[in-house]
């Protein structure tokens, strides 16, 4: 079975600096791993995935995951926040031939001014 | 644009009533989720359908049945509701591809629904 940690349920971050969101995975296969957001009133939608390939993965509003099989983890991060970044973050693993993904607790962001 | 939509963002119910929450997609998916969303828990997988008249168990069944007559529309069925059912309802649809191949999965905004 597969599953995943989010360390922090909480990160604050001042706008401008990075964002940092931490993530471990256990899987016993190749994992897929993936990381979704969703903001206030609204449900999940796609910021980057991870299949095969190129370890780095760039998704949408500038965020980054970097897969780190030695380390087991899967880590989102954002140069410069921005205030719209203000969200719940979450990251999710599944296995190859595996209809479903296992979601971590989540980590809500909030932007300082 | 690609769509899902669950009938009802808010309801209340009273405990021991019958709760129908429904999910319809417009992208033809094969595929339909309902999770469950609580905090500091992040979602938990109630069932899943991957075709029409099928359905499998998720991590968290207990209390919950499904049904899916057409391909595009999914129901979440509480025979007999709970307090412990409180929570916020997501409903998930992907292509026909594995999940975890694409990881694509569209979900709707969410039904709350409170018990009382």
């Known amino acids: 079975a597969q599953s995943v940690t989010q360390l922090g349920s909480h990160v604050s971050v001042s706008e401008g600096a990075l964002v940092l969101l931490r993530c471990n995975y256990s899987?016993?296969?190749?994992?897929?791993l993936f990381w979704y957001v969703q903001y206030p009133n609204q449900g999940l939608q796609l910021l980057l995935k991870?299949?095969?390939?190129?370890?780095l993965v760039k998704g949408i509003n500038g965020f980054e995951a970097e897969f780190k099989k030695s380390e087991t983890s899967f880590h989102l991060t954002k140069p410069s926040a921005h205030m719209s970044d203000a969200a719940e973050y979450f990251c999710a693993v599944s296995g190859i031939n595996d209809y479903k993904l296992s979601f971590g607790a989540g980590t809500t962001v909030t932007v300082r001014a | 644009d690609v769509k899902v939509t669950q009938s009802s963002r808010y309801l209340v119910k009273r405990t021991g009533e019958k709760v129908f929450l429904e999910c319809v997609q417009d992208?033809?998916?094969?595929?339909m989720f309902w999770y469950r969303q609580d905090p500091g828990l992040g979602l938990r997988l109630i069932y899943f359908?991957?075709?029409?008249?099928?359905?499998e168990k998720g991590d968290i069944p207990e209390g919950y049945s499904v049904s899916r007559e057409k391909k595009e529309r999914f129901s979440l069925i509480l025979e007999s509701a709970s307090t412990n059912q409180t929570s916020m309802y997501l409903c998930?649809?992907?292509?026909?591809?594995?999940?975890?191949?694409?990881?694509?999965?569209?979900f709707g905004e969410g039904s709350r629904l409170t018990v009382l």
């Open positions: 359908s991957y075709d029409v008249k099928m359905k």
């Open positions: 998930a649809s992907s292509p026909s591809e594995i999940a975890g191949r694409t990881g694509e999965l569209f």
């Open positions: 991870y299949t095969t390939g190129a370890t």
């Open positions: 992208m033809d998916h094969e595929n």
């Open positions: 899987s016993s296969v190749p994992p897929y």
